[in-house]
């Protein structure tokens, strides 16, 4: 496969995710939730190398471990470039080779940046010059967070989080991300959820029926303040995965005694995003959860979306 590095390819780097507020609407007719989250694309990259072939192929590559993911039509980098064959009348294949950096089923939309990626990568490839708001269409067919994982930055998601809304967003925000040895199920996540609802419902707030997010994130963003964002992280999938995976909660005790600001699970976890004050403050908390022997990683946000590195 390194041969193929030689060969003319275009190659393309996406984001993933970390969501620093969701508010999770009552479960709809279908079986979904309706979502207003607030997005912010942090520096985890996955990079996706996309070749000449007349088949549609994927391998992986990087220091994920990515035994078990799908190599035929159900991956979704594949159903991308499918997609993107059958809107454009493309006759030949791709071969995708992704470089994973960004945690499988970890809530920060790794598969969901390869797919973003793969249909810019194929756009350029095959000189489909599909347009912008196309992809974004086509992207929105593919999954919730796709659309994002194009646009990149700071955004609101609403719906099923694939209406997206930019967000003005000032400064560098530091993230430590602690990350899980094995991932979590977003439809195991969102059930639990559910059955905490039913049992609690006298306990617990009413439930939304339009979601939002809180305006107060809004304004922590613009300002680029991590203390005042730190106020109003929120998350309302976290007693799902933190009853799911109760170690979890360890690891936000950690970040907590180790000067985080605060600390939330992205997405339907298990990824945790420890809010730090500055770089300095960062790297204490991820020396902090190496030593309780967690695997933490220094990142910011926000970042752009998926960009073509080279063609």
Not at 100 to 106: C, E, Q, T, Y
Not at 242 to 262: F, I, K
């Amino acid at each position: 496969m390194s041969d193929l590095n030689d060969v003319p390819h275009v190659h393309v780097r996406a984001p993933g995710k970390i969501n620093v507020y969701m508010n999770v609407g009552r479960r709809t007719d279908d079986g979904y939730h309706d979502v207003a989250t607030a997005y912010q694309a942090v520096s985890l990259f996955e990079d996706v190398r996309a070749f000449p072939s007349d088949t549609f192929s994927v391998a992986f590559s990087g220091p994920i471990n990515t035994r078990g993911l799908p190599t035929d039509r159900s991956n979704l980098a594949i159903k991308a470039a499918r997609m993107l064959a059958k809107k454009t009348g493309f006759a030949g294949g791709v071969h995708l080779q992704i470089e994973k950096h960004v945690p499988i089923a970890g809530g920060m939309g790794g598969g969901s940046a390869d797919a973003a990626a793969a249909l810019l990568a194929c756009d350029a490839l095959w000189q489909t010059d599909v347009g912008r708001d196309d992809l974004l269409k086509l992207a929105a067919r593919l999954g919730a967070d796709v659309p994002f994982s194009l646009v990149g930055g700071t955004a609101i998601g609403t719906g099923r989080g694939d209406r997206l809304s930019p967000a003005l967003a000032k400064g560098t925000f530091h993230w430590v991300l602690a990350l899980a040895d094995e991932g979590m199920s977003t439809p195991e996540v969102y059930g639990e959820l559910d059955s905490h609802r039913e049992k609690h419902a006298a306990d617990i707030a009413p439930i939304d029926d339009a979601p939002a997010v809180d305006t107060g994130v809004l304004q922590a963003i613009r300002a680029g303040d991590a203390h005042l964002l730190a106020d109003v992280l929120h998350n309302d999938l976290q007693v799902a995965a933190l009853h799911l995976r109760p170690e979890l909660t360890r690891t936000l005790e950690v970040g907590d005694d180790s000067g985080a600001l605060a600390g939330i699970v992205s997405g339907s976890g298990p990824t945790i995003a420890l809010l730090a004050a500055s770089a300095e403050a960062a790297i204490d908390v991820q020396v902090s959860l190496a030593a309780s022997g967690v695997t933490a990683k220094h990142v910011t946000g926000p970042v752009a979306g998926a960009r073509v590195m080279e063609t």
